[in-house]
């Protein structure tokens, strides 16, 4: 396991987490939200990543669809570093553009996640897997 940072543009929304130093799998997810965002993202276990207190009051919270997923962007800079996925509320999804690895990266991975057709994905990827402890 290494311990890396992911953070929001400006900095003001920054936290430590960690994960596999070797290979990690990403997810390019098709969902309207994260299409018009070009975001990809991999998933910790709530357990591996460390909120900062201050980390609520520096963002807010947008919300849509089921209500599972809990996004909440900085109110500086309006990126989003990490948040509560849909497929995966028992962990975080982490921004992959957003982290500095390092000097020493893990081998990342990127799959596709069929966002459109959310439920059909969900049982075909095992993304729950991720988080699982």
Partial sequence: MGEYTVSCHCGKVKAKFRCSNEKITS?????TDCDKRGNVH???TDTDLDLPEEWLDQTILYEWGTKTAKRRFCKTCGVLPWYTPRSNPDG???TLKCVDFGDNPPEIEIQKYDGVNWEKSYGATNITSQTAE
């Fill in 42 to 44: 991999f998933m910790v």
């Fill in 27 to 31: 997810w390019e997810c098709s969902c």
């Fill in 92 to 94: 975080y999804g982490i």
